[in-house]
């Protein structure tokens, strides 16, 4: 009897543990639940955002806040717009092939973006409308010569900048889908060498440059040979636009460009405000995006007539031994 009353306090003790530790698996699991859903939550607003298929999108602090009207974005951007002193036009050329997913990319050697891969472009010379600045800097840049017909008008981007208030860059931004030719690919062989013979280009004393075939559904065909660069920038092709190196991009592109190769848009007016430091730092503090379905896309109507003369236009002084490069993954 003496053994069983001074054994009960220890028997009292160990249900009183039991209790806790269940009470502590009880809530250890309540948290982990918590957690759980937390995770999936973070998972769907990347998922909303596309980094599950841009894995290099840059991280949502570097991208800046997203507002839902131009005038919200003025409003946080101090009216920026009012400030403004100077625009400086440009225009850029997205080279993309739909069919398998490839992108081309140029490598910037120098100046503005120097180290960043950038679609093609520059700025405006005078008289000379956003296509024609498009069509000019693609073929300086890559040897590619396009018809203004074959130029889609895809976004149109604003710039500002937080250290620099007086100035705002206005990009106009098209795309241009084309087909290679394949090594032995004899289809419509016989148009393709008569339109070569009667469309000879040529783009200096010494080379000549074949012009590219339209074809009926939108879609260039074109000799990979002839895509070169120059002593600016590198053409290189990626095999999957969802891999392109975004960390090595402006940071805008990791807004914009992401949802025109994921097809979520056909068209954008954006405004983006950076923050001070330029492209050593990288950020956006603030942007507006106006998106636009594919029905309601601007479509514009260029003067078949202009044809770039080459060798009047040409700047750009081509890299002969730098031949196009491609980037099969990161």
């Known amino acids: 009897l003496c053994l069983f009353w001074s054994a009960l306090p220890c028997v009292s003790f160990s249900i009183h543990h039991h209790q806790n530790l269940l009470l502590l698996r009880t809530r250890h699991k309540l948290l982990s639940t918590m957690s759980n859903n937390n995770n999936n939550n973070n998972d769907n607003n990347a998922n909303d955002d596309g980094r599950d298929k841009f894995p290099h999108q840059l991280p949502q602090h570097r991208l800046g806040t997203s ?22 036009q440009y225009s850029l050329v997205l ?64 710039f500002t900048f937080e250290d620099n208030p007086s100035t705002k860059m206005l990009v106009h931004v098209y795309r241009c889908n084309l087909q290679r030719i394949k090594e032995g690919d004899n289809t419509n062989k016989n148009e393709q060498e008569n339109n070569n013979k009667a469309n000879t280009n040529h783009v200096d004393d010494n080379t000549t440059q074949k012009q590219h075939i339209p074809k009926d559904d939108g879609v260039m065909t074109l000799d990979p040979t002839v ?19 975004l960390y090595q991009m402006f940071a805008d592109d990791s807004l914009w460009l992401t949802k025109i190769l994921d097809d979520t848009c056909h068209y954008i007016d954006g405004y983006f405000h950076f923050e001070p430091g330029g492209q050593d730092v990288n950020s956006i503090r603030h942007y507006f995006m106006n998106e636009t379905k594919r029905e309601k896309m601007p479509v514009s109507s260029p003067s078949s007539s202009f044809v770039v003369q080459s060798s009047q236009n040409k700047r750009k002084t081509p890299n002969s031994n730098s031949n196009v490069q491609s980037k099969k993954k990161i």
């Open 67 to 88: 507002h839902e009207s131009l005038s919200e974005f003025h409003a946080a951007t101090d009216d920026f717009v009012d400030r403004i002193q100077t625009v400086k």
């Open 227 to 245: 895509i070169r660069g120059c002593e600016e920038i590198t053409p290189e092709w990626w095999s999957d636009w969802y891999q392109i190196p």
């Open 95 to 158: 080279v993309t092939e739909p069919s398998t997913r490839h992108i081309l990319l140029g490598m910037k050697h120098r100046g503005f973006g120097q180290g960043f891969y950038n679609s093609f472009g520059g700025k405006l010379e005078p008289n000379e409308t956003p296509q024609q600045c498009a069509q000019r800097e693609l073929h300086e840049e890559t040897g590619i010569d396009c018809s203004l017909q074959q130029l889609q008008s895809t976004a149109q981007l604003h």
